[in-house]
């Protein structure tokens, strides 16, 4: 029988995307040490059920809540109705150790399309799909953490995290919008870093190595992107979940606490090559 070591006992993660990837081991591995879970997503009736059966058995085994909300985290009535649903259940104050950012949630397509005709090639990326995506992929962040910390669920020395890639930096077919939006989501967690600091609040980012998820099998070619990075890796394999959900417990322990501003790559070194 499983022994909860309750190291987070009594805290709270706020996860935006929390149904697959990242998210997902996430949820388990902040559960395993103790700390109960708030996993927003968007999935089907069908997908909804079976998640939800998952996070049942996933709070049995570790003694925790997780509380599923299968709602539209990028809209402000979801936002506010999941702080006033999240406050009824929870009843407390500063009880929020984490807000993960973990959306995937954008559009791929190329800058010009390869057709002058608009019936023809693929649709090209339009100043909306940009707007759309980097919402979605990067300043919705702040929106969560000023709408959390305006309800005042923010412990003291809480941790807020963000997702980048190695694209928000070099060419990926199809990534143009996700790529602007990785890059405004470095430099806004910069600023947030500073800025929210007197609250309590630190703000860090993960640039995860090359990881077979459902958002990277999205991307044109992702096949070759695996196999590219399992050849750049160092320890020859890619990236998986659960390295990053093991990096995302260790941001918030007490002995991350001076740990602020930083993009940390979790990636076994394939960044280096």
């Not at 093991?246 to 940390?264: F, H, K, P, Q």
Request: glycine share 6%; hydrophobic share 40%.
């Amino acid at each position: 029988m499983y022994k909860n070591n309750k190291q987070f006992s009594g805290s709270w993660a706020i996860i935006l995307g929390g149904s697959s990837g990242f998210g997902m081991a996430s949820v388990e591995k902040l559960a395993m040490h103790g700390m109960n879970i708030a996993a927003l997503y968007r999935e089907t009736a069908i997908t909804d059920r079976a998640l939800k059966e998952k996070f049942t058995a996933l709070a049995a085994k570790y003694e925790v809540q997780i509380l599923p909300f299968n709602i539209n985290a990028l809209d402000v009535l979801g936002r506010n109705g999941f702080i006033e649903q999240f406050s009824s259940v929870v009843k407390s104050k500063y009880c929020v150790k984490l807000l993960l950012h973990s959306i995937a949630r954008g559009n791929l397509k190329p800058l010009i399309s390869e057709s002058s005709q608009s019936d023809k090639g693929q649709p090209e990326l339009s100043i909306e799909d940009i707007r759309y995506t980097t919402y979605a992929m990067a300043t919705s962040i702040l929106d969560w953490a000023r709408t959390i910390l305006d309800a005042e669920l923010f412990e003291e020395d809480a941790r807020i995290i963000g997702l980048t890639s190695e694209g928000a930096h070099k060419y990926w077919d199809g990534y143009a919008a996700v790529s602007i939006a990785k890059a405004s989501l470095e430099s806004l967690t910069t600023y947030m870093a500073v800025e929210l600091s007197k609250f309590g609040l630190k703000t860090n980012l993960i640039q995860a190595g090359i990881t077979e998820t459902p958002s990277l099998k999205m991307i044109p070619e992702s096949d070759k992107l695996i196999e590219v990075a399992k050849q750049r890796n160092p320890l020859g394999r890619i990236t998986k979940p659960e390295d990053v959900a093991n990096v995302i417990y260790l941001l918030c322990t007490a002995e991350a606490a001076w740990i602020n501003g930083a993009l940390i790559h979790v990636d076994g070194g394939e960044h280096c090559k």
